[in-house]
T-cell receptor
Framework: KAGVTQTPRYLIKTRGQQVTLSCSPI?????VSWYQQTPGQGLQFLFE???????NKGNFPGRFSGRQFSNSRSEMNVSTLELGDSALYLC????????????????FGPGTRLTVL | AQSVTQLDSQVPVFEEAPVELRCNYS??????LFWYVQYPNQGLQLLLK??????LVKGINGFEAEFNKSQTSFHLRKPSVHISDTAEYFC???????????FGKGTSLLVTP
């Protein structure tokens, strides 16, 4: 089974621009989560989608948004880029359910490295 | 809130020596814990997870971890490390709803000959 794929792998943008990142989950997985990784803040949860609905959201400004399509593929968008948005953006997929309250394991993609100049 | 604290930011160790990477958690309810590894310029790979049952969890690449409720710890161990184990290791706890992971700051393991 193919793993989680993310495109593009690298991006360079300038301040004020917007960017869209894409994530294709493992086949059969219906949940997609996004995380931001920076040297200063570490790994931080952005949001999670399941069956095209956002179920959970982290503490990020409204410039960060996402969506999920009917085939479970997901995109995240960052508008009005700031220098501090430079980071590795990781996508993770899971089956999305909870068995008796026990969460499904999340499997991560290789990430998209975004550099904002 | 569910959170984890990784007690060491860097751990240097010689090849074939044992290693322990420490992680403490904070939770008032059932806790689900994970260890992930990140090699340079790559995403995260799941090493092992504790969901319930046996407190000693065995993972990939010879790693294991022990869930200790009384000490609120979930330390990662390996009896003999290899150069190829050099990487960043992250401890994580699932949030209350199981939809997000809260990560520690990471421990950089450096294995030298």
């Amino acid at each position: 089974k193919a793993g989680v794929t993310q495109t593009p792998r690298y991006l360079i943008k300038t301040r004020g621009q917007q960017v869209t990142l894409s994530c294709s989950p493992i086949s059969g997985h219906r949940s997609v989560s996004w995380y931001q990784q920076t040297p200063g803040q570490g790994l931080q949860f952005l949001f999670e989608y399941f069956s095209e609905t956002q179920r959970n959201k982290g503490n990020f400004p409204g410039r960060f948004s996402g969506r999920q399509f009917s085939n479970s593929r997901s995109e995240m968008n960052v508008s009005t880029l700031e220098l501090g948005d430079s980071a590795l953006y990781l996508c993770a997929s899971s089956l999305g359910g909870t068995s008796g309250g026990i969460p499904d394991t999340q499997y991560f993609g290789p990430g998209t490295r975004l550099t904002v100049l | 809130a569910q959170s984890v604290t990784q007690l060491d930011s860097q751990v240097p160790v010689f090849e074939e020596a044992p290693v322990e990477l420490r992680c403490n958690y904070s939770s008032s309810v059932s806790v689900y814990l994970f260890w992930y590894v990140q090699y340079p310029n790559q995403g995260l790979q799941l090493l092992l997870k504790y969901l319930s049952g046996s407190t000693l969890v065995k993972g990939i690449n010879g790693f294991e971890a022990e869930f200790n409720k009384s000490q609120t710890s979930f330390h990662l161990r390996k009896p003999s490390v290899h150069i190829s184990d050099t990487a960043e290791y992250f401890c994580a706890v699932s949030d209350l709803w199981g939809y997000a992971l809260n990560f520690g700051k990471g421990t950089s393991l450096l294995v030298t000959p």
